[in-house]
Nanobody, 119 residues
């Protein structure tokens, strides 16, 4: 199985920055895509950004140009640098990885970390 440990959330003022980290551990052979999702109160979980094993990235329109996703394949860690934060970025952020365990790829989720953008 795969365990994901997230860190870096917190309270920040509008216009500020935060960096989220998510480290994967456990019995997996490889990790394909890694990504971040978020869920605001009363809303559905939405995709924020993903990064493939080769480094190709995808961003939601709402964060493109402000957020940067990156990964360290040696440490099996994915990062989300969040700049120019807005109140509407307030949500619980979840890490997601698509990992090969045994002979099967599956999605795994972190426990979530709260990001609050408020003056």
């Amino acid at each position: 199985q795969v365990q994901l440990v997230e860190s870096g959330g917190g309270l920040v003022q509008p216009g500020g920055s935060l960096r989220l980290s998510c480290a994967a551990s456990g019995r997996f052979f490889s990790i394909n895509d890694m990504g971040w999702y978020r869920q605001a109160p009363g809303k559905q979980r939405e995709l924020v950004a993903t990064i493939g094993s080769g480094g190709n990235t995808y961003y939601a329109d709402s964060v493109r140009g402000r957020f940067i996703i990156s990964r360290d394949n040696v440490r099996n860690t994915v990062y989300l640098q969040m700049n120019s934060l807005k109140p509407e970025d307030t949500a619980v952020y979840y890490c997601n990885v698509y990992a090969l365990v045994g002979m099967r790829f599956s999605n795994y989720w972190g426990q979530g970390t709260q990001v609050t953008v408020s003056a």
